[in-house]
């Protein structure tokens, strides 16, 4: 069983829907985070969590909000999509050495 | 983080070394290099990571100048698998587990 796992995998949604994108991990790890990567560019960073009671926002967290609900979980949603929002995400732990992560296999978002 | 510039692409015949090349002259005494790389479309992989020694693990090599401003990844003997976008990441010592990715280098290894 994959260690990262998202779901869904692939959604299509409309503007101004509201939508949730799950992750969860078996690994144990204390840090989890959110990127989102757009066709031909690298990862940006959306929110990031330390431990169950911490939340930071990322370099691109507008227009996002993040839930810890447990150690294993880490929920993206988008209040209101809109279609700038189209995109690869990917969720990623690690444990104490921060810089070593492990990511996902992604969840593609498309917004009509 | 300190900027990190690679090739936009590389090709490699399969079974041969790649070497894949990073500068990072703005890189702080105490800062680490990183390099993971993502298949397509798949998450990316952390590969290995060092200070100011080489570095070797089961997936490759790290190879550090003197100076610290540029390294080397090699993959010792490409396969087909290794073919992705490999990324050099210097992350900052006050922002850890903030990775930046750039644009990586596009490698394709060929039979």
């Known amino acids: 069983d994959a260690d990262v796992t998202q779901t869904p995998r692939n959604r299509i949604t409309k503007t101004g829907k509201r939508i949730m994108l799950e992750c969860s991990q078996t690994k144990g790890h204390d840090r989890m985070y959110w990127y989102r990567q757009d066709p031909g560019l690298g990862l940006r960073l959306i929110y990031y969590?330390?431990?169950?009671?911490?939340?930071n926002k990322g370099e691109i967290s507008d227009g996002y909000s993040v839930s810890r609900q447990a150690q294993a979980k880490f929920s993206l949603s988008l209040e209101s999509a809109i279609p700038n929002q189209t995109a690869l995400y990917f969720c990623?732990?690690?444990?104490?050495?921060?810089?070593?992560?492990?990511f996902g296999p992604g969840t593609r978002l498309t917004v009509l | 983080d300190a900027k990190t510039t690679q090739p936009t692409s590389m090709d490699c015949a399969e079974g041969r070394a790649a070497n894949l090349p990073c500068n990072h002259s703005?890189?702080?005494?105490?800062?680490?290099v990183y390099w993971y790389r993502q298949i397509h479309s798949q998450g990316p992989q952390y590969i290995i990571h060092g200070l100011k020694n080489n570095e070797t693990n089961e997936m490759a090599s790290l190879i550090i100048t003197e100076d610290r401003k540029s390294s080397t990844l090699i993959l010792p003997h490409a396969t087909l698998r290794d073919t992705a976008v490999y990324y050099c990441i210097v992350p900052s010592t006050d922002s850890w587990g903030k990775l930046q990715f750039g644009a990586g280098t596009q490698v394709v290894v060929t039979p």
């Open positions: 969590s330390f431990d169950v009671k911490d939340i």
């Open positions: 990623a732990t690690s444990d104490e050495l921060p810089n070593e992560q492990f």
């Open positions: 703005t890189i702080s005494g105490n800062e680490y």
